[in-house]
């Protein structure tokens, strides 16, 4: 079966010198090596998916979804937002990168 969505990392706030900006987060999208190929992503939706101690309706995974705004430099980073800001462990985690809505 195909996977619907593409691997992706935290890679951190978006920051200046000495302010970050926590409601902006960066991703880097496995594969996407510039901006021209990050443009494909613009408007999809993320997931960051983690596990919590404690049980909701049976279930401990939980889920943080978002949306990729803008690319972020020429290496291929995206800028995306959250409906919460994600917290610092998110740090180095891996997202996925629904590949809907699409823009084809």
Sequence with gaps: MARLYAKGRVTGFKRGKRNQRVHTSLLQIEGVANQ????????????????AQKAIGGSKVRIIWGKISRPH???????????????AKAFGASVRVMLYPSTI
């Design 36 to 51: 021209e190929e990050a443009q494909f992503y613009l408007g999809k939706r993320v997931a960051y998916v983690y596990t």
């Design 73 to 87: 430099g020429n290496s291929g980073l995206v800028r995306s937002k959250f409906r919460q800001n994600l917290p």
